[in-house]
């Protein structure tokens, strides 16, 4: 084991560019293959566990998920609000998120005043959908300067940057006009 800065990792083989492989774990217990342990669908037989030995191996070990979310093995899922297909190697915004960020757009832009909270929710929802829009980052900074003139009183309403609204227009047609989506940059493959 090998430490750098705070973080522990094992060396594996040496690479072609003269780095050597980084793994967090020293690979010494083999993956179990757990297909034997329930029934499973035609898809499932495509893997060595499903999402039922993940459940049950949670449960055994006191980790209770919350069953209703469970997404089944894909290409294509929703995590933290994005659809992530990596059959196409792309990341966007799903629409339930799309609509909540439209929804607290329109809300800020029906008032003339804020106070900070309000300024701190609609930054942290837009900065999240800055992961699947690269470009969205140029368009928070007057947003961000709204927010540093409500620190100095944050319960006072305060009309926000007059830069902050051409910024909301921005970003509420790019929301409306849908296919918000950024490619997933696979990592190298070395053989």
Not at 27 to 41: A, G, H, W, Y
Not at 60 to 69: A, D, E, S
Not at 70 to 91: E, P, R
Request: charged share 25%; net charge positive.
């Amino acid at each position: 084991m090998l430490q750098t800065g705070s973080r522990l990792w094992f060396k594996g083989h040496a690479l072609d560019n003269r780095l050597m492989e980084e793994f967090s774990k020293d690979c010494s217990q083999p993956i179990r293959d757990l297909s034997n342990n329930s029934p499973r669908s035609k898809y499932d037989t495509l893997f060595c566990h499903n999402i039922q030995h993940i459940d049950d191996t949670s449960t055994k070990l006191g980790i209770f998920w919350q069953l209703n979310k469970d997404q089944l093995f894909t290409l294509s899922t929703i995590y933290i609000g994005f659809l992530w297909d990596l059959d196409i190697h792309v990341v966007s915004l799903s629409q339930p998120k799309v609509d909540k960020y439209l929804k607290a757009i329109h809300s800020w832009r029906k008032k003339h005043t804020h106070i900070l909270q309000e300024a701190l929710e609609l930054y942290g929802k837009l900065i999240h959908a800055c992961t699947a829009i690269k470009r969205g980052r140029a368009y928070l900074t007057s947003l961000k300067q709204t927010i540093a003139i409500l620190q100095k009183k944050p319960l006072l309403p305060q009309r926000p940057d007059k830069k902050t609204e051409p910024d909301l227009v921005w970003w509420s047609d790019l929301l409306q006009a849908g296919g918000i989506a950024r490619p997933i940059i696979p990592p190298p493959l070395y053989y």
